[in-house]
Each structure stands twice: as structure tokens, then as C-alpha cells.
């Protein structure tokens, strides 16, 4: 079933983006691939694919990833290869991926899942109560944003983007006060000679499937679906089926903030979850426990909660044309797809689109 394997000669293409975390991402999953068939590093080759995510132009200028587009721009391009035949497999940082593959791709392995929690990082400052009224913090998650605004109303949050090096020269700079990076992407890059204090879940809720890799395949590549078996971490299977679950439940993109963690104890599974207005005003908050066999059954039901609990236009300013301007009404004549005149716009609560 998995014979032949990969040699030098025809080497098992991994795609990846290009980034040092990216990277080290790609080389742990061709380590470890190597160790389980005792294979040569050179059985393998890494390809680094630029993303639409990547664009160098777009982050010095610290654009908002909501208007770059969804979740798909750090995903897309390494997609296109491996259905093309490009490559074999994607390492994909699992909090990037959109709920869905493509047709024709499957991501059914995980390697085991790092330290999921956010990383504070501030020179002179022990932790997020520490930091002054005005105090300038930088990040580029819309989650993180959401959940310091709402914890602290009285910060200055700023659009940070760049990988992590990127990030602590910009901190460095003082372009920012403050900061927050993922834990794993540190520890994984060996940088955690860095001043820095892990946020407990119970304060800041990491995003969803933060910490865990993904390793996409076709679908019709047995061979190599065979191999990644090898590697596959079933814990974190179980517990990104129940974070994933929630998140598609809520539709999630890169406009909604929202954090969610799975936590597995035996056969018992913890699942919390979080979903908060941009601006922090709001925040709904909720977890279930029960038998890990049903943690897809409990995303649902915990994502269902919180919609309940949070109203019907909660999320209605998702994907609005017009919610850059709260509480005006577009111009007569705007022309807008699917949107019937005279009716509410979909996911605009408080726009109507005039007649004529």
C-alpha cells in the first residue's frame, strides 16, 4: 500500500509557506515522517509557496487580514499546487484553515498539538493588568483584539502584522507597547529565551485549533495517505474535531472573532468556547463537558448556545458593505448583488437599502 517509498531521487514534495515558523513547521512533519520510515532527509523537499496571505507590500503597511480576504489567503495558493500535483502534502498551521477543503483534498492528520495558549509580551511589564491606561498594544487577530478590548477598554490596539521575527523587531522598534504571539510558533522556533507570560485560557481563550498542524493530502493519493498515518495524532484529532465543529456552526472567517479550546481528560472532553463583537463590547461565554466520543455533537450544541443566548444580530455586521459606516444609509441608486430594494441587507442590521 505504501510501497515505493520516497528516495532522493523521487522525494515526497512538502509545500509551505516560506516564513521561519512555516518552515520549521514543514521540517518537524519531514522529521518525523523520516524517523517513522527510516528514510534520508533527502527523501523529502520542501517547497515554499508564496500566499496571497504573504505579501510583503500589504504587511509592512499593517492591512487588516479582514480586507485582504478570508481565511483562504494564507491557504489557497499551496492548495492550488497540490491538486495541480505540484506537490504532495501542505503543512498548514491549523488555526489558518478554512472548515472546508476543496474538492479533491482531505486533511486528516495531525502531528501532536503544542502549547495552545497566547503569549503576552511586553518589555517592563509582568502581564495585561500591568500595562498603563493608553498603553499602545499591536496585534493582528481580530480575537485578540476583540478579547483585550473588552478585558481592557482602555488600551490603544493598533494593527501589527508580520511573522513573529517581524512582530518583536516591530516591538523592539516601539512601534507598539505590547504584544501577543502563540505560544507553539515559539516554542517550536526554540525562542523561548523571550520575556514572556502564557495568558491562562481563563483570561484569553486561544483561537481556535491554535497549536496544532495539519498535513493536507489528495484524496486519492494512498500511498502517502498511508504514510501520514504513521504520524497522526488521534488526541488532537478529537479535540480539533469539537473546536472545528464550532467554528463552522458560527461561520467563522477572518472577520468574526471568536476563540474556542478543547481539552481531553481519558475519555472526557472539556470544550469552551467564546464569540465577541470587533469592538469588545460584547462577549458571550460557555463551555460543555461530556464523553469525548461526542465532541462534533458538542460543538454544535455549545455554537447553538451562545447564538441563543447572544441574539439573532449579533454577528449582522459580518460581511456588510457598510460597516465602516455605523448608522448610515447608502447612497439611492447603490447597487448591491442579491439584495432586494427596499429590504434589509443581509448582514447589515440597521441598513436599508432605499428604493430607486
Not at 472548515?99 to 502549547?115: A, F, I, K, N, S
Not at 516554542?187 to 496544532?212: K, N, V
Not at 472573532?257 to 469588545?280: F, K, Q, S
Request: glycine share 10%; net charge neutral.
Amino acid at each position: 500500500m505504501m510501497t515505493p517509498l520516497p528516495t532522493p531521487a523521487a522525494p515526497l514534495k512538502i509545500g509551505t509557506r516560506g516564513s521561519p515558523l512555516a518552515l520549521a513547521q514543514a521540517h518537524e512533519t519531514r522529521d518525523r515522517l523520516a524517523a517513522a520510515f527510516d528514510l534520508p532527509q533527502d527523501a523529502f523537499e520542501v517547497v515554499v509557496i508564496k500566499t496571497t496571505g504573504d505579501d510583503r507590500a500589504m504587511i509592512a503597511a499593517d492591512r487588516p487580514l479582514k480586507e485582504i480576504g478570508n481565511k483562504g489567503l494564507f491557504t489557497k495558493e499551496i492548495e492550488e499546487q497540490l491538486l495541480s500535483g505540484g506537490i504532495d502534502i501542505a503543512v498548514h498551521s491549523m488555526k489558518d484553515m478554512p472548515t472546508e477543503q476543496p474538492e479533491g483534498l482531505v486533511l486528516d492528520c495531525y502531528l501532536p498539538r503544542e502549547d495552545e495558549r497566547d503569549a503576552f509580551i511586553s518589555p517592563g511589564h509582568a502581564g495585561l493588568a500591568a500595562l498603563p491606561v493608553g498603553t499602545v498594544v499591536g496585534t493582528s487577530s481580530l480575537r485578540r483584539r476583540a478579547q483585550l478590548l473588552n478585558r481592557r477598554p482602555d488600551l490603544q490596539v493598533v494593527e501589527f502584522r508580520g511573522n513573529v521575527q517581524t512582530r518583536l523587531k516591530k516591538l523592539e522598534d516601539g512601534v507598539v507597547a505590547a504584544t501577543f504571539l502563540a505560544m507553539a510558533g515559539l516554542r517550536r522556533m526554540d525562542m523561548t529565551d523571550i520575556p514572556m507570560t502564557a495568558m491562562s485560557p481563563d483570561d484569553m481563550l486561544p483561537a481556535i485549533a491554535q497549536g496544532a498542524i495539519g498535513i493536507e493530502r489528495r484524496s486519492d493519493d494512498t500511498r502517502t495517505g498511508g504514510m501520514l498515518a504513521a504520524i497522526h495524532d488521534a488526541d488532537t484529532a478529537t479535540r480539533l474535531a469539537a473546536e472545528r465543529t464550532f467554528l463552522a456552526a458560527l461561520d467563522g472567517s477572518c472577520e468574526t472573532p471568536i476563540a474556542g479550546l478543547a481539552e481531553l481528560d481519558g475519555n472526557r472532553l472539556r470544550l469552551r468556547g467564546e464569540i465577541l463583537a470587533p469592538d469588545g463590547s460584547a462577549s458571550h461565554a460557555g463551555e460543555l463537558s461530556g464523553p469525548a466520543a461526542d465532541g462534533t455533537a458538542m460543538g454544535r450544541a455549545l455554537a447553538e448556545e451562545l447564538l441563543a443566548r447572544a441574539g439573532p444580530d449579533f454577528f449582522a455586521w459580518r460581511g456588510c458593505p457598510f460597516r465602516k459606516h455605523p448608522g448610515r444609509t447608502p447612497p439611492a441608486g447603490v447597487f448591491l448583488t442579491k439584495i432586494i430594494q427596499g429590504r434589509r441587507a443581509p448582514g447589515c442590521a440597521g441598513f436599508k437599502i432605499p428604493r430607486g
